[in-house]
């Protein structure tokens, strides 16, 4: 989703804003482009595609007159959502060669105002929404008005998500920026400030942090940061130290973040784990927090991969608490009168923290009554801030586009809330408990040997990497995980890939089964294996190739599938229970090398972004 970065008061700002922008390219963009002011001009660089061609065209324009005497610029990278990908298109959007705007969000009521300003004699060289920013400022500076006064009358006209900044030939010593919904930090330095859509972004020039808040607004000098409310009012917002960290654009020797992002999970789970169970016996997670009355019905909120998580979170807490869980897409929810009725609780999930679908449910849930919970990856994100409380995955900075280190860290959170609700209303006993708590802690381990399945994976990968469309199929617990495998494979490979609740096929999709169309399914024993198995044989008959992942007891009860990809052998009690975490591994390592196979932009993959910031 498109990026924002400003500098101000610190010389060659134009290269230390694409060094910011380069720490959004993770987010996913088509163009790029760069405004700054030296001699006493606007200078404003573009480009269509990946930032290396805007450093290109950086580099033809000569440093005297662009860069070397300028401490004033702004930076942006663009998803198109209003107007194609092109140069005209690329922020920073301009009026009159004197005001720049960068901008992320949707301006809704942009058609109004673009026929206003065209009768008052704004000529509009894009078609994009943001145009209207840059003329409004010039409309109003023209008027008399100074910076802030102008931005306040802008923000008086517009409707919309939005984060965005100017800068004006007239105040060059100036940046106004607001937010609304979407996301904005600003930084702190010594006689010089800082902006960026996230704290990463900028913590290559200052650890020192402010997020603004929903309808304020700002007005940055090289020496002061003044903070406005909606209501005009100056206020203080808390300054967050953030540490810097350090190898995270790195991709450690792997071929790309997705890689090594699959690559940490060992690593990674152990840190979530001890930070939830306590003397390896006790949950640490605070029921009464979450907003628990009795045994009321939880709601839990969340988009694309985080909602997969939140499916195999319905059915953990349904299993082991006996507790009801509504889950609900929050794109659908937040358009919706839902009812609450036997509600207290709300749960989002969100890596990014930012997706806007979900900030909005969350907002809504809030304002319907019900005590809202975030397990977020970003600390200090939007969502974080504004839940009544968080749970942390703390995964690290996810930098590839598919979720793959933070789905499985949500899914550890979402066990834990299961086990511990379950203990609370006496389903779990602390025997099972202890047992429990056991397994979870060799989960590393169980995930590291399910990686070492690598090669198996990949040979399956170069077997089907021309398929026109692939099934996924699983049942109960592994269900959510054939959504997930699917929706892994086609972002990244650009395949068709659907999946379906295994018993669902003779509803429908099995007219879908055609000669080799590949069939792959997640297979645990659970004591309902023989049925998925029924599910399976209907597709082999039918001409489908069969792919199955499993345990060695139902490959054994297959001999007709194609491919058998046994998964190590893990002797417990709750085989079955954990086995989205096993299964998890297979999605993303077949998604990724089909990917590879297929040469797709693994990382970045087209139209897509990492943090979704537009509804
Ligand atoms: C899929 C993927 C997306 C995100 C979704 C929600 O691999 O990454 O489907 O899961 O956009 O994002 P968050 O979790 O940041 O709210």
Same mark, same amino acid.
């Given at each position: 989703m498109c990026g924002v970065v400003a500098v101000i008061g610190k010389q060659n700002a134009s290269d230390l804003v694409v060094e910011g922008l380069k720490k959004l390219e993770y987010r996913g963009y088509d163009s790029a482009g760069i405004a700054s002011v030296s001699g006493g001009a606007l200078h404003t660089i573009k480009s269509e595609g990946k930032l290396i061609n805007l450093i290109e065209e950086l580099s033809k324009v000569s440093k005297a007159n662009l860069?070397? !005497?300028? /401490?004033i610029a702004i930076g942006h990278t663009r998803w198109a959502t209003h107007g194609n990908v092109n140069v005209k298109n690329a922020h920073p959007l301009t009026s009159e060669s004197k005001v720049a705007v960068v901008h992320n969000g949707i301006i809704e009521n942009y058609e109004s105002i673009k026929n206003q300003l065209i009768s008052d004699g704004y000529v509009f060289k894009s078609q994009t929404d943001t145009e209207v920013l840059p003329h409004l400022f010039m409309k109003y500076i023209k008027l008399g008005n100074n910076f802030l006064q102008a931005g306040r009358l802008v923000l008086k006209d517009i409707k919309g998500a939005f984060a965005f900044v100017a800068m004006s030939l007239d105040f060059p010593n100036e940046l106004f920026v607001s937010r609304n919904s979407s996301p904005l930090a600003i930084g702190l330095g010594e006689k010089s400030n800082f902006v960026g859509s996230d704290a990463h972004s900028i913590d290559h020039l200052t650890q020192r942090i402010i997020y603004l808040e929903d309808g304020d607004h700002a007005l940055i000098d090289l020496d002061n940061v003044r903070i406005f409310n909606i209501n005009e009012e100056n206020v203080d917002r808390k300054i967050i130290n953030i540490k810097a960290?350090? *190898?995270?654009?790195? %991709?450690g020797g792997y071929r790309h973040f997705m890689e090594k992002e699959i690559f940490e999970q060992p690593s990674v789970i152990p840190q979530i784990i001890s930070t939830f169970i %306590?003397?390896?016996? @006790?949950?640490?997670? !605070?029921l009464n927090k979450l907003g628990f009355k009795n045994k009321n019905t939880l709601l839990i909120s969340a988009a694309g991969t985080s909602y997969y998580a939140a499916m195999v979170g319905k059915y953990w807490i349904e299993q082991l608490a006996d507790l009801p869980v509504i889950i609900d897409l929050a794109s659908e929810y937040r358009y919706r009168k839902p009812s609450v009725f036997g509600q207290s609780a709300m749960l989002v999930i969100s890596q990014s923290g930012e997706s806007l679908d979900t900030l909005m449910a969350l907002r809504h849930g809030k304002e319907l009554g019900l005590n809202t919970n975030a397990i977020v990856?970003? @600390? *200090? /994100?939007t969502i974080d801030r504004e839940a009544n409380y968080s749970l942390y995955t703390r995964a690290g900075a996810e930098i590839g586009v598919a979720s793959t280190k933070s789905f499985t860290s949500q899914l550890v959170i979402l066990f834990m809330i299961a086990v511990a609700l379950g203990k609370k209303f006496n389903i779990v006993t602390q025997e099972q408990l202890q047992k429990i708590c056991s397994y979870i802690l060799s989960l590393p381990s169980a995930i590291a040997e399910m990686l070492n399945m690598e090669n198996e994976i990949k040979s399956v990968a170069q077997n089907i990497k021309n398929a026109k469309s692939i099934i996924f199929l699983g049942r109960g617990l592994l269900y959510p995980l054939a959504l997930e495998g699917a929706l892994k494979l086609k972002e990244i490979s650009y395949i068709h890939a659907e999946g379906f609740a295994a018993g669902e096929m003779k509803h429908g999709p099995i007219a879908l089964i055609e000669d080799q169309v590949p069939v792959i399914m997640f297979l645990v024993s659970d004591g309902n294996e023989d049925k998925a198995i029924s599910n399976l044989q209907e597709a082999y008959s039918r001409g489908a190739k069969i792919i199955l992942i499993a345990d060695r007891d139902c490959i054994k009860k297959a001999p007709f599938a194609h491919y058998k990809i046994e998964i190590p052998n893990f002797e417990t009690d709750f085989k079955s229970l954990l086995s989205p975490f096993l299964m998890a591994i297979p999605a993303q390592l077949l998604a990724y090398h089909v990917a590879n196979e297929r040469g797709t932009d693994v990382d970045q993959p087209r139209n897509l972004a990492k943090s979704v910031t537009v509804e």
């Open positions: 860069q070397s !005497d300028s /401490s960290e350090i *190898g995270l654009i790195t %991709k %306590k003397n390896s016996y @006790e949950i640490n997670i !605070d990856n970003v @600390e *200090g /994100s």
